[in-house]
C-alpha cells in the first residue's frame, strides 16, 4: 500500500509569490495534518482537517490556509512568501481525528 | 514553560547499551503520546505510541508513561548504529476547551548516536 504522498519533493520560490503542496493520505484514512519544521526543531501543527472541514489551526498567520478535497487529498497553500517560510512542510494522515498520524515524505520549500 | 520538552542532547550511547530518552509535557490533560524517528534529511517515522500509564514494548523498544508526573520516556535495547537519529516526542494535547482533536505538538527532539 502506498504511503503519505507529497508533491513537489523540493520546490524554490521568490519572496512574495505564493505556493501550493499537495498531499495523498494513505487510503482509508480520513485525516489530513500539515506541518511546518524549521532546521534544528520539532515539527509545528499549521491545520487539521478531518472529513473535508478544518478540526484545527495552529498559530500562523493568513496567509497561509490549506483545503482537503472529497478523496481526501490536501491542498497547503502559502500567499506571499516570506524568507522566513524557508523550511520543510510535513503532511501526516490517520485514520481519525486522533489517531496515529504518518508522515509523507515532506516538501522543502526555499524561499529566495 | 515549553509545552513538550526533550533534552537536545547529543546523546552518545555505544552499540549493543540501552538508550533512554525523556520528554516531559505540560498539559495534564494529554491524552497520547507518539515517539518518532527522523533521520537527517528525512521526515519523521511512527516507532511507538502509548495511550496509558505503564509500559508499552515493541521489538527493542520500549515506551513508559506517567501521567502523574507528566512524563514519557522511550528505551532502546540493544542499540545499533542505524538508531542513530533524532528522536521526537510528540503529544495530543487537549484544546482550551477541554476536547482533543488531532494537533500534535512535538518537542525539539533528542539526537541519538550509537557508535560502535
Known amino acids: 500500500d502506498a504511503g503519505v504522498t507529497q508533491s513537489p519533493t523540493h520546490l524554490i520560490k521568490t519572496r512574495g509569490q505564493h505556493v501550493t503542496l499537495r498531499c495523498s493520505p494513505i487510503s482509508g484514512h480520513k485525516s489530513v495534518s500539515w506541518y511546518q519544521q524549521v532546521l534544528g526543531q520539532g515539527p509545528q501543527f499549521i491545520f487539521q482537517y478531518y472529513e473535508k472541514e478544518e478540526r484545527g489551526r495552529g498559530n500562523f498567520p493568513d496567509r497561509f490556509s490549506a483545503r482537503q478535497f472529497p478523496n481526501y487529498s490536501s491542498e497547503l497553500n502559502v500567499n506571499a512568501l516570506l524568507l522566513g517560510d524557508s523550511a520543510l512542510y510535513l503532511c501526516?494522515?490517520?485514520?481519525?481525528?486522533?489517531?496515529?498520524?504518518?508522515f509523507g515524505q515532506g516538501t522543502r520549500l526555499t524561499v529566495v | 514553560q515549553k509545552e513538550v520538552e526533550q533534552n537536545s542532547g547529543p546523546l552518545s550511547v555505544p552499540e549493543g547499551a540501552i538508550a533512554s530518552l525523556n520528554c516531559t509535557y505540560s498539559?495534564?490533560?494529554?491524552?497520547?503520546f507518539f515517539w518518532y524517528r527522523q533521520y537527517s534529511g528525512k521526515s519523521p517515522e511512527l516507532i511507538m505510541f502509548i495511550y496509558s500509564n505503564g509500559d508499552k514494548e515493541d521489538g527493542r523498544f520500549t515506551a513508559q508513561l506517567n501521567k502523574a508526573s507528566q512524563y514519557v520516556s522511550l528505551l532502546i535495547r540493544d542499540s545499533q548504529p542505524s538508531d542513530s537519529a533524532t528522536y521526537l516526542c510528540a503529544v495530543n494535547m487537549a484544546n482550551a476547551g477541554g476536547t482533543s482533536y488531532g494537533k500534535l505538538t512535538f518537542g525539539q527532539g533528542t539526537i541519538l548516536t550509537v557508535h560502535p
Open positions: 498539559d495534564r490533560g494529554s491524552q497520547s
Open positions: 501526516a494522515s490517520s485514520l481519525g481525528q486522533i489517531l496515529e498520524a504518518f
